[in-house]
T-cell receptor
């Protein structure tokens, strides 16, 4: 079984400030971890993924995340927020092995960027 | 490149009416296909997934059903909609069981 906890359902940052979105996971198997972004009334877009290679993963739009096994965390960061980063962000963990891995999603974090 | 389509984009239906949402994928063969529901202010709930034609696994018991009549077509249905079926329905695909890629979604409002 696997689960994801995203700390903070709403995060506000000023434009140009550091973005930090927190994600903690639990998994009974070595996890694959994902961050997705969702803009209003749109589907989810993959930002980045961890699949047991490098622990620091770089994604699109300047985002990156670091896998820390000891802390069971996969926090998402961006050095400088842009207005266009305002969206909802979902962390997800991949569960069972096999041909159809299941994704378990966190409840999401709504990011607001203040001018 | 691969693309995923969902239609309709928006749907308003009365309680008790039937439902059919369609998802198609282009540019890949034998994908794994998924249906999720996203209720207002909540995360994503996996409803069904399919690893091949006619193979459907249900994750949550409810009044919805899914079918996969063709390799790249996934349909979500209901015989009688409930108010609680309102939400944003997302279809996704994957290959090799790894990353899932999502469609644009269908917004369903049941009145």
């Amino acid at each position: 079984a696997q689960s994801v906890t995203q700390l903070g359902s709403h995060v506000s940052v000023s434009e140009g400030a550091l973005v930090l979105l927190r994600c903690n996971y639990s998994s009974s198997v070595p996890p694959y971890l994902f961050w997705y972004v969702q803009y209003p009334n749109q589907g989810l877009q993959l930002l980045l993924k961890y699949t047991s290679a490098a622990t620091l993963v770089k994604g699109i739009n300047g985002f990156e995340a670091e896998f820390k096994k000891s802390e069971t965390s996969f926090h998402l960061t961006k050095p400088s927020a842009h207005m266009s980063d305002a969206a909802e962000y979902f962390c997800a963990v991949s569960g069972s092995s096999g041909s159809a891995r299941q994704l378990t999603f966190g409840s999401g974090t709504q990011l607001t960027v203040l001018p | 490149s691969q693309t995923i389509h969902q239609w309709p984009a928006t749907l308003v239906q009365p309680v008790g009416s039937p439902l059919s949402l369609e998802c198609t994928v282009e540019g890949t063969s034998n994908p794994n296909l998924y249906w999720y529901r996203q209720a207002a202010g909540r995360g994503l709930q996996l409803l069904f997934y399919s690893v091949g034609i006619g193979q459907i696994s249900s994750e949550v018991p409810q009044n919805l059903s899914a079918s996969r009549p063709q390799d790249r077509q996934f349909i979500l249905s209901s015989k009688k909609l409930l108010l609680s079926d309102s939400g944003f329905y997302l279809c996704a695909w994957s290959t090799s069981g790894e990353t899932q890629y999502f469609g644009p979604g269908t917004r369903l409002l049941v009145l």
